[in-house]
């Protein structure tokens, strides 16, 4: 009961994902490098000065959406985990989950400034309602399409998902365990403008972006132990703006490039819509709304890259999602090819 819940209030994973579902997520752009430097050791859509587009990452992921110049295709893969916990909020008494999963995911510059990109994210979570003796796993799969368009020192981007799953729950009832397996499923669509302003081997990235979310769970009944129950389907749906800012610096040393940022964002989750859930034990029957985040909360991460060549880069990230009844933590590891 409580677990479908949760499902459903937190968008499938307590982050719209991870990497995909808060993959919904755009990462901050890795750096930018002098025009030479820019088309000779990493090609990409180099500005008049600074650094060049070259390590932007996808919205869905790390590949970075670079070039007029220079590998066309590129392919990225990841590895992450995150740590979530959510405190008690009305009839929902907390939950704590580990997740962990991969992403892979192609790219291509189909015009100067235009990239298009898709990818597949799949998590293994694992949530324990302790307070109800409550425990589950969920099967997450992602489907991920993005977009870019550079015009200048402003680019406009778009990131698509759709995830489907399976959650398996088990709760102890004293004479046996009580479990139940259903379905999952989440749609988002997020949209950001922002705009790059250089400072010598520095870049400030004032960013603002609109996010949609539905996730909702099937109706399920328990099997097994004692009073099993039955539960009605469940939905969600959620609004929300972000504003925010990266700032990163890069450096250049034998013909490779290290680049860190870090960023910021507020979050105002605009509007949140929850249906009840009905939970039957025989004729007796009650009916549990569903929980949701804080109206108000902050985004923060940081972000270290090291391209090895033109055609290789490797990094590392971390994202942190703070507020006012859930903290979740995450970390990721990428490699993107580029040809």
Excluded: C
Aim: charged share 20%.
């Amino acid at each position: 009961m409580l677990l479908v819940a949760a499902f459903a209030s937190q968008g499938g994973r307590g982050r719209l994902r991870g990497p995909m579902s808060d993959r919904l997520r755009f990462r901050p752009h890795p750096g930018r490098r002098g025009r030479d430097q820019s088309r000779q050791q990493f090609p990409g859509a180099a500005r008049k000065s600074g650094f060049g587009r070259a390590f932007r990452n996808n919205p869905g992921g790390g590949g970075a959406s670079e070039a007029t110049n220079g590998p066309r295709y590129r392919a990225w893969g990841e590895a992450y985990g995150i740590s979530a916990s959510t405190g008690a909020q009305l009839d929902f008494v907390g939950d704590r989950r580990q997740i962990w999963g991969g992403l892979a995911g192609l790219g291509a510059t189909v015009a100067p400034g235009v990239n298009l990109g898709v990818s597949v994210d799949q998590s293994r979570s694992a949530i324990d309602v302790p307070l109800a003796l409550q425990s589950a796993t969920l099967d997450l799969t992602q489907l991920g399409f993005n977009a870019s368009v550079d015009k200048g020192p402003w680019t406009w981007a778009v990131a698509l998902i759709h995830g489907f799953g399976k959650i398996n729950s088990h709760r102890e009832t004293g004479l046996g365990i009580a479990s139940a397996g259903y379905n999952a499923q989440i749609d988002g669509a997020l949209t950001e403008l922002s705009y790059y302003l250089d400072i010598d081997q520095s870049r400030i990235v004032p960013k603002a972006a609109l996010e949609y979310v539905r996730a909702k769970t099937d109706s399920f009944q328990e099997v097994g132990g004692l009073d099993p129950l039955t539960a009605s389907a469940t939905s969600v749906e959620r609004s929300r703006i972000l504003l925010g800012v990266e700032v990163g610096r890069y450096w250049i040393f034998d013909r490779k490039v290290f680049d860190l940022s870090a960023y910021g964002r507020f979050v105002d989750n605009v509007e949140q819509n929850f249906s009840s859930i009905t939970v039957s034990l025989g004729p007796q029957s009650i009916i549990v709304q569903g929980i949701g985040e804080s109206r108000y909360g902050a985004d923060a991460g940081a972000s270290a890259s090291l391209s090895l060549s033109n055609i290789a880069r490797l990094y590392v990230n971390y994202d942190g999602k703070f507020r006012a009844a859930m903290q979740s933590h995450q970390g990721t590891l990428g490699v993107e090819l580029k040809w």
